[in-house]
């Protein structure tokens, strides 16, 4: 559980209270058992004498020997009245409801019924508000218009919720009274039946089960069809609404406080880990032996294959309601990402003035997916605090060590709106707990808005380091309008997409095409490792041809602009000369994050290691790019807010400086960068334009100057003074011995400084 240091807003007041608006205290119960207890209030003082009667009473001669808390029936009641929760696995739920008893036992009296609050079910693929189901059942429904819908699930909730009054006008204070609060609970959901179909033809339009319906009475029949009522069934699918009508019906609908943790995983079916869990030796295979020991499975395993492809129809199901859904940034066509929809279920969930906080991987808080929630929230509400864990050694969470987390505490309001409270990140419990008695960074909204597309969250590595972070910040983007030169990051094949042109046999292929990956290159080192697979050149180049023929139409493309000429000419695919490739999976927390490199002509690309297009520039540019993206630096500033993947999106926002081209600085990073990329007789073209000799880089020593020398010149580019240098190493990779090489960076910089006529 986490809500940051922030305080319970005194607006928020249980839901009980607003069954009662008679017994409404001005002190929320949210607050918490002390503020009650020492500061009674009479309607809820009187409920607890009369609970400590009935114990009493029920105890009989052992009254006198068992000591009843005040503090006990107070959580009891809350416990009934104001705790709500759900979760797909049964046994969560029992195990829930099993905690909550035992926490808020009280001798002589009953356990409550708590099958209300705790419940089974999916928030997802469910309906979470009476707009959502309005806006799938109605969607051409203007501001101001009569709804045919919204009276008729507004009745039969409303209906529901009278029943539910007397659940909670009842103390449950013997069995009878348990038994008799279950049985109404019953009552109330039957009398929120219409309601339910509704929602239910909701979730049976978003999946083509339905036709659009016309009015109230043809979206029941055509929910209570069998169909309909198995896929609800089979997708989990839980209606907020219908279930709490007492939080959706109040005045300022929605919850107060909304505490979560939820699952990060995708909404994808992976055949070859479908596979391996029933073969294990699968998993050591190469491609080509994987490939073909799953076609043989599937001939020889028709039950698992069965298996197999009724789990892809139901993954597909789930796709299809949370892709339609509303969650933006999430596509049914792409992996769908649960933690994305469950921070935007949470959002929506909240009343005014409501807080929630969950726990959110920092791909959420940095990535292209997350991009609308972010603005939304910074728009609606408030980041109150977000604080970034790295889970070094297990010491958050039992998961993925190198992977941040967020602790996101969100409050939602306009009124909240203007700020962003960060803090971290912190790699252990001790760092942690002496990082939040710090004051957090308190940074402007339309500030913090503006470092990143999107509004992504950077991941500063010290209290010391935002001010260095404003330095870089400070120049250009690579994708900024204007200057002699411009490179937009594009991909060219798919692993998956084109997959038939591949030969993955790397010892015996007859395709006269490398395919890269990304492992396949390294930072100054395009021959790292072995391409990913091999492919025919006549049948590549052709189909690039085609493909970029078409897409130099299309605004959403990065060949847009470029001359119909050159999209015709064959000769002037960027896969024929050499140009910057760099690695989309990469980790902050890894040894270098930006992983980039001049491949040489006549490669082929897949999506995870997308290139640089040329589009305007020239050779000498290219290697001032690669010179900058390949720095240290450059890299510091990529690690804060690069956490699985490099995206094109954040490259694009990468700052870049843009100095004059007689600038002794940017010549020097071209000439070292075209000496460190120009490694063979592959790249003489290119470094005959850029002016640098082929394979002039001969030993390890002078190939290690050079890069210490690189970082240096790129540093006084940036306008980093010498401290600034020394925090860039100091806190660049938590255990690394950067001594050796911080002494050569700083020997370069200085030398710099000199010839430069900067003051060191």
Not at 502 to 520: M, R, Y
């Amino acid at each position: 559980m986490y809500l940051g240091r922030t305080a319970i807003p005194t607006s928020c007041q249980p839901a009980d209270l607003h069954l009662h608006p008679r017994s409404r205290p001005s002190t929320p119960i949210s607050c918490g058992t002390p503020v009650l207890t020492e500061h009674p209030i009479p309607a809820v003082t009187d409920e607890l004498t009369r609970l400590d009667q009935a114990a009493r009473a029920a105890l009989g001669d052992q009254a006198g020997d068992v000591e009843i808390d005040k503090g006990a029936l107070l959580r009891r009641q809350i416990a009934r009245r104001c705790i709500y929760g759900l979760d797909l696995n049964l046994m969560a739920v029992e195990l829930a409801r099993l905690a909550v008893w035992i926490h808020t036992f009280v001798p002589g009296l009953p356990m409550s019924a708590l099958n209300h609050g705790l419940v089974v079910g999916n928030s997802l693929t469910g309906i979470a508000t009476l707009g959502e189901v309005l806006d799938v059942l109605e969607p051409q429904l203007k501001p101001g218009q009569v709804s045919l819908f919204a009276p008729q699930i507004e009745a039969a909730l409303d209906a529901a919720r009278v029943r539910l009054r007397r659940v909670a006008a009842t103390a449950e204070a013997t069995k009878q009274e348990v038994t008799s609060a279950a049985r109404t609970y019953s009552a109330a959901l039957e009398r929120a039946r219409d309601a339910q179909l509704l929602c239910d033809a909701a979730v049976a339009f978003r999946l083509g089960l339905i036709a659009e319906p016309f009015d109230p009475e043809t979206a029941i029949n055509a929910a209570s069809t069998d169909e309909v009522q198995s896929k609800v069934r089979e997708l989990q699918a839980l209606h907020l609404p219908v279930r709490f009508p007492e939080v959706f019906l109040r005045d300022g609908p929605g919850f107060d406080v909304l505490i979560g943790n939820p699952p990060w995983d995708k909404v994808k079916v992976e055949e070859h880990q479908w596979w391996g869990l029933r073969f294990p030796g699968l998993r050591s295979m190469s491609q080509k032996d994987k490939n073909a020991a799953i076609a043989r499975y599937q001939r020889e395993r028709s039950d698992l294959l069965a298996e197999y492809v009724a789990e892809l129809t139901k993954t597909e199901d789930i796709k299809n309601v949370l892709g339609k859904g509303p969650f933006p940034g999430l596509r049914a066509a792409t992996d769908t990402d649960l933690s994305l929809a469950f921070a935007w279920r949470f959002w929506q969930l909240l009343r005014v003035d409501g807080r929630a906080g969950v726990v959110l991987p920092r791909g959420i808080l940095s990535g292209r997916a997350g991009t609308e929630l972010r603005t939304t929230v910074l728009a609606e509400g408030a980041f109150a605090e977000v604080t970034m864990l790295t889970n070094s050694r297990y010491w958050a969470f039992d998961m993925e060590a190198r992977y941040t987390i967020g602790l996101v505490s969100l409050v939602k309001g306009r009124s909240h709106a203007g700020h962003v409270a960060l803090r971290g990140p912190f790699f252990s419990l001790d760092e942690y707990q002496r990082g939040v008695r710090r004051p957090a960074y308190d940074l402007p909204a339309r500030e913090f808005a503006t470092w990143a597309d999107g509004a992504a969250f950077p991941l500063l590595p010290h209290d010391d380091s935002l001010d260095l972070f404003l330095k870089l910040r400070s120049h250009p983007r690579l994708d900024a309008p204007g200057g002699d030169w411009q490179f937009v990051p594009l991909r060219e094949l798919h692993t998956t997409d084109n997959k038939a042109m591949f030969d993955f046999d790397l010892a015996h292929s007859s395709g006269d095409l490398p395919v890269l990956t990304g492992g396949s290159f390294n930072l100054w080192d395009p021959d790292f490792g072995k391409p990913y697979a091999y492919a025919k050149s006549a049948e590549v180049i052709p189909w690039l041809r085609a493909r970029r023929r078409r897409q130099v139409r299309l605004t959403s493309s990065a060949f847009y602009g470029m001359p119909e000429e050159w999209a015709a000419d064959p000769g002037t695919l960027p896969c024929l000369r050499p140009r910057i490739a760099f690695r989309d999976v990469a980790r902050a927390t890894d040894t270098r994050t930006t992983i980039c490199s001049l491949v040489p002509g006549k490669v082929a690309l897949v999506h995870l290691c997308p290139y640089l297009l040329r589009k305007r520039g020239k050779a000498t540019d290219e290697a001032y790019v690669l010179g900058v993206l390949s720095s240290i630096p450059l890299d510091w500033y990529a690690r804060r807010y690069v956490e699985v993947h490099l995206t094109a999106g954040l490259l694009s926002a990468f700052p870049v400086p843009r100095p004059a081209k007689n600038n002794p600085l940017c010549q020097r990073v071209v000439e070292v960068a075209g000496r460190l990329a120009a490694v063979d007789k592959r790249y003489a073209d290119w470094a005959a334009e850029v002016g640098v000799p082929v394979g002039s880089v001969v030993t390890e020593a002078v190939k290690s100057d050079l890069i210490a020398e690189l970082d240096a010149v790129v540093a006084h580019l940036y306008g980093l003074d010498r401290a600034d240098v020394e925090h860039i190493f100091a806190t660049f990779h938590r255990g690394w011995n950067h001594a050796d090489r911080l002494a050569a960076v700083l020997a370069h910089y200085d030398r710099w400084a000199e010839q430069a006529g900067r003051a060191a």
